[in-house]
C-alpha cells in the first residue's frame, strides 16, 4: 500500500511541476521583468483571475507588484503574454497602478 501513495505522490509532484515551468507568470514573467527593470524587487508575480482563454492562441495576464529603488511607493502592473505555437511570449503591458 505504501508504493501505491509514493507513486501518487511522485505523479502529483510531476504535474506541479510540469505546470509551473510552463506558466509563463511563475518564471517567464520574473526574468523578462529583471530584464527590463534590474533594480526594481519583485514582491509577488502570478496569474490574474480567470486570466486563461481557451483559444489554442490563449492568453495569460501575469500580475507583478513591485517597489522601485529610489521609493518607498508599491505599484503593480498586469503583463500580457501570449501563447503561440507552445511557446509564451510577452505582448504587452496592460496597465500600471500605484497602491496605496
Known sequence: MLKYYIA???????AL????ITDPCSQQLRLDFSSRY???????S???????????SS???C????????SDQIYEDIWLYQNFESEWTFS??????QIP
Do not use: M, N, W
Request: hydrophobic content about 35%.
Open 8 to 14: 501518487l505522490f511522485l505523479i502529483v509532484g510531476i
Open 46 to 56: 502570478g496569474a490574474g483571475e480567470g486570466s486563461r482563454a481557451s483559444a489554442p
Open 63 to 70: 500580475h507583478v507588484t513591485y517597489e522601485k529603488p529610489d
Open 92 to 97: 504587452s503591458i496592460l496597465s500600471t497602478e
Open 38 to 44: 534590474p533594480d526594481y524587487e519583485i514582491l509577488y
Open 59 to 61: 492568453s495569460v495576464q
Open 17 to 20: 511541476y510540469y505546470v509551473f
